[in-house]
């Protein structure tokens, strides 16, 4: 039995200037510092995910403490008066609409 | 011969209503199911919890009437600790803006490691920089820029940040950043000069080492400003 060897087709010229071995696919999720594993979030990254389902929760540590800030005296405050509720304005439906289905 | 079987065991049922309508509500549920998972799945992205470089832990105290160094202790609190973009959310969606903290009172935001006070390892060679918010109505979110620049670790030498701390005084509101080497000139001044970008402002700020507030409080003097 006589096997046939090929070689591995490699391309000899290797000049792979695109890939970026410092960035995760897809962009940069992570930044990272030249030479270290910094984990960075601007400004803009940071707001993104401030309304994620998983950033709303309040931790029942912070309950404890608007429970302790309530708890001292508290400075004294002008009394703030009630804001009138806005006028509640009557809104019949206008003949119009009410026979619009004939 | 199947799928007679079949169509008989279908049919069967329905001659009863109760076991009709039975059947009905599981197959709404389980649609109901399904579109809840898809949705889950449009979501995957937003459900994953971003890690940060650091742990924080927010610190609370209040003082109501003259402080000093032992009874200031007593009060200080530690709150919560977090350790991703996400349950940093979680607290500072929910906690109570600075701008009603009641006057004596301050929130302290330092790497889980470093305790806010003077004394601890990592402030003993360190200082801050402090910032009088002079525009009561920008407080907040200078507060939440300046938190954000922390824990984001967008200082140029964030290692070198310890924490840092809203006071709601009497005299005036203060923002003070926390470092760990005070004789390093370069590292402090560039993240003074980021902090005055972060927060928009002009007016100088100064730098002064624990070291001299420990020993005066009231006359100690800065070392840099920017």
Redesign the interface.
């Known amino acids: 039995m006589s096997s046939t060897t090929k070689a591995i087709p490699v391309s000899l010229k290797i000049d792979r200037n695109d890939i970026n071995f410092s960035t995760s696919v897809g962009g940069t999720l992570y930044g990272t510092t030249p030479g270290g594993t910094k984990i960075v979030y601007d400004r803009n990254t940071l707001l993104q995910y401030r309304n994620s389902p998983l950033s709303k929760t309040p931790p029942p540590e912070l309950a404890h403490l608007t429970e302790a800030m309530r708890s001292k005296k508290p400075i004294a405050s002008t009394p703030t008066k009630p804001v009138n509720p806005p006028q509640p304005t009557p809104t019949k439906p206008t003949d119009e609409e009410m026979f619009q289905m004939e | 011969m199947t799928s007679k079987n079949e169509v008989e065991c279908l049919v069967e049922p329905t001659s009863s209503e109760e076991t009709t309508t039975t059947t009905t509500t599981t197959t709404n549920n389980e649609t109901e199911q399904q579109q809840e998972q898809s949705e889950e799945h449009s979501?995957d992205q937003?459900?994953i919890?971003?890690?940060?470089?650091n742990r924080w832990s927010l610190w609370?105290d209040?003082q109501?009437g003259k402080i000093n160094q032992e009874n200031w202790v007593d009060s200080l609190?530690k709150?919560?600790t977090f350790d991703s973009?996400?349950?940093?959310?979680?607290?500072f969606?929910?906690?109570?803006n600075v701008s009603n903290l009641?006057?004596g009172?301050s929130y302290h935001l330092f790497k889980e490691d470093i305790e806010p006070k003077w004394e601890h390892e990592s402030n003993r060679k360190g200082g801050k920089w402090v910032v009088m918010v002079k525009d009561k109505s920008r407080c907040d979110n200078q507060w939440l820029?300046s938190v954000?620049?922390c824990?984001?670790?967008?200082f140029d030498s964030?290692e070198d940040i310890c924490g840092i701390v809203y006071n709601s005084r009497k005299s005036g509101d203060k923002i003070s950043v926390w470092t760990k080497t005070a004789y390093d000139e370069k590292v402090t001044k560039d993240i003074g000069s980021y902090l005055k970008k972060v927060l928009e402002i002009d007016a100088t700020i100064t730098y002064t080492p624990h070291q001299d507030s420990i020993r005066s409080s009231k006359s100690a003097k800065y070392l840099y400003d920017v």
């Open positions: 979501l937003n459900l919890k971003h890690p940060l470089q609370y209040y109501s609190k709150v919560i973009v996400e349950d940093f959310w979680c607290v969606n929910n906690l109570p009641k006057q009172s820029q954000m620049a824990v984001g670790e967008t964030s």
